[in-house]
C-alpha cells in the first residue's frame, strides 16, 4: 500500500552520499521503506504507533534535508498527508474490531 503510493520512489531504500550529498550530517536517524519493513519482519514494530512513528521519521528526515522547493520536500509532504489518513482507518478498523472481539 504505502510502497506503491504515486510518490514513494524515493523512499524505497536507503538515502545514499551519491543521491544527497551530506545527508548523513543532516539526518542523524535515516529511514527507508525497506528499513521500516525490515524492522516489522524483525518484529522491531509492535504497534501501529511505532509503524506510524518510523513512518513520519522518513518524510520528516526529506522535509529537513530538502529545501522547501525541491520536489522530494514536496513529494514527502503529500505522501505524509495521505499515509496519516490510510493510518487513521486503519487505526479506527482496528479498534472496530477489538470493540467487536471484547463482545464474543
Same mark, same amino acid.
Given at each position: 500500500?504505502?510502497?506503491?503510493?504515486?510518490?514513494?520512489?524515493?523512499?524505497l531504500k536507503p538515502v545514499s552520499e551519491r543521491q544527497a550529498p551530506g545527508y548523513k550530517d543532516v539526518v542523524k536517524r535515516p529511514m527507508d521503506l525497506t528499513s521500516l519493513k525490515r524492522n516489522l519482519?524483525?518484529?522491531?514494530?509492535?504497534?501501529?504507533?511505532?509503524? %506510524? !512513528?518510523?513512518?513520519?521519521?522518513?518524510? @520528516?528526515?526529506?522535509v529537513m534535508y530538502n529545501d522547501s522547493d525541491h520536489q522530494v520536500y514536496h513529494m514527502a509532504v503529500?505522501? %505524509? !498527508?495521505?499515509?496519516?489518513?490510510?493510518? @487513521?482507518?486503519?487505526s479506527i478498523w482496528l479498534d472496530e474490531r477489538r470493540d467487536l472481539n471484547s463482545l464474543e
Open positions: 500500500m504505502i510502497a506503491s503510493h504515486r510518490f514513494s520512489s524515493p523512499f519482519s524483525k518484529g522491531r514494530i509492535h504497534t501501529v504507533a511505532q509503524f %506510524q !512513528r518510523d513512518l513520519m521519521l522518513m518524510f @520528516q528526515n526529506a503529500e505522501m %505524509q !498527508r495521505e499515509v496519516l489518513e490510510q493510518i @487513521q482507518v486503519l
